[in-house]
């Protein structure tokens, strides 16, 4: 298998997770987000991913592209260990968190959108940075919501295993951290981080362990 990825993207953040915890091992073929423009804006990448936007995987004579849709390919075609619950009440309630990162909170601070507000709609840094910052707030509060208290939270997002929630969860606190958001008011939040980066899995897929890791 073969991952083009870019090592600060959440998105390929939680891809990189996820083959980890199933132990699949796979090639990373970079696209810098940045130089030269961004890469993934090449005509040879473009071939790969129509959109534009990392990651996509490749698995033979299959490419996928967008996150979510990753995991679920991953899950079908090697599924053990597993990343979902065995039961449709579980499966439900973990796509239902990852979703709310995936799809609510990400795309609204993705790259492509913060360079709008800046070069289209004139925003300053500030404005840029407090936009990132009330939709973590707002996202992750819904987040934590879903995860205190109830009775499938355990050590990890569902249960005492990690699995597809906690792979969209780590990536998008790693961006929070390091754009500066405050993120003491989501304890259930930060103790499931805390011991998913605890996790080789987790660790081997971070930014910093990333053969195109900038440091």
């Known amino acids: 298998m073969k991952l083009y990825s870019y090592f600060r993207s959440s998105a390929a953040y939680r891809v990189r997770i996820a083959l ?7 090639e990373t073929i970079p696209v810098h987000l940045l130089k030269e423009g961004g890469q993934q ?15 996509t995987l490749v698995d033979n004579d299959v490419t996928v592209g967008q996150s979510i849709a990753i995991l679920e390919y991953l899950e079908e075609t090697h599924p ?8 449709a009440a579980g499966r439900a309630r973990v796509r239902a968190i990852a979703q709310n990162i ?3 909170i990400h795309p609204l601070n993705n790259l492509r959108v913060l360079k709008y507000l800046k070069h289209e ?12 910052k ?4 707002v996202g992750l509060g819904a987040v934590e ?10 050590r990890f997002c569902h249960g005492d295993q990690p699995g597809y929630a906690d792979a969209c969860l780590v990536p998008q606190l790693f961006n929070a951290r390091r754009m500066g958001c405050d993120t003491s008011a989501f304890p259930t939040i930060m103790r499931i981080d805390a011991a998913c980066t605890e996790l080789d899995a987790f660790c ?10 900038e440091g």
Do not use: E, M
């Open 145 to 154: 919501a879903l995860l205190a208290d109830h009775p499938d939270t355990g």
């Open 80 to 87: 053990q260990p597993p990343l979902l619950p065995t039961d």
């Open 121 to 132: 709609l004139g925003q300053d840094d500030d404005a840029r940075n407090g936009w990132y």
């Open 41 to 55: 804006f090449s005509d040879s990448y473009r071939a790969v991913n129509p959109s534009q936007l990392v990651p």
């Open 204 to 213: 081997d897929a971070a930014p910093g362990s990333q053969p195109d890791s």
């Open 102 to 104: 995936a799809c609510d």
């Open 20 to 26: 980890n915890l199933k132990g699949l091992s796979y």
């Open 134 to 137: 009330h939709w973590i707030a």
